[in-house]
């Protein structure tokens, strides 16, 4: 779905920068953010991309980069988060405790206080929509990944909230499965101490074929930025096990308003 005014958090990152670079590819003006410039960085401003550096964990940046783009009038329509990272790594008594504190709010917190800074400039004349990344831990423990994982969790639920409290947002979080990006050196620079996910991880690096392309995640985000918001805002998908590129899929989550929403049950 082409938007006129889409703003990528962590265009820096594998994700991020695909998905920067495909809604460049449809026309529309994209805005994005990095922590550290590197050859994509340049290449995606050289594509027409406007790039702030920001420390999506440091208010202070956030605050520049509201006050950055409210003085180019830009009214944003889409919002998507590729912010995520996966250290401290290991059993969490292990691990130094401000470390952890810091991953988990930069899986969470800290991209909620991007959305609550932006708001304001959000288009006033459609529904504004917004999509996250969950990680893994969702159905399961994660161990060795607890900030990630509860960060990740977090947003999860952010993402319903603010569906309930909004009605001009349309919110949505995709948990990708594995993609080849380079998130995942920070497993293998872990070593040991991130456990079965050290070999797994080395495994899935080194195969020619494995996990979802970049391409295939944009098609997921695509359709949850076209579905109708009262059967996608909300909620937590899978690129890999949901039916999403079915039809039927939409009707199914119209007809349960509970379906892909952290629950317990009994």
Known sequence: MPSSKVIVLAASS????????????????????????????????????????????????????????????????????????LAPIGPFFSLDFDAWQDSVVVNSLAQLRVLHALYPQRASDR???????????????????????????????ATELLDSEYPDLQVSIIGTGWVNTKIHRQTVAAGEAAGINFDKTRQFMSDDVGGASLERVAECVDWCLAAPRDAVGGRNF?????????????????????????????
């Open 14 to 85: 594998d994700i991020g920068a695909h998905l920067a670079r495909h809604h460049l590819d449809r026309g529309a003006e994209v805005v994005g953010t990095y922590r550290e410039r590197t050859a994509e960085v340049a290449s995606l401003e050289q594509a027409g991309a406007r790039l702030f550096g920001v420390d999506v964990g440091s208010p202070a940046d956030v605050g520049v980069f509201a006050d950055e783009l409210g003085r180019g009038d830009f009214a944003w329509d889409v919002m998507i988060s590729a912010v995520g990272v």
């Open 127 to 157: 529904i504004a929509k917004v999509v996250f990344f969950a990680g893994g831990g969702t159905n399961s423990a994660f161990d060795c990944y607890s900030a990630y994982c509860l960060g990740k969790l977090s947003l999860i639920k």
């Open 238 to 266: 899978s690129l890999v096990h949901d039916d999403w590129a079915d039809p039927a899929f939409v009707a199914r989550l119209q007809s349960d308003p509970g379906s892909h929403k952290l629950r317990r049950r009994v």
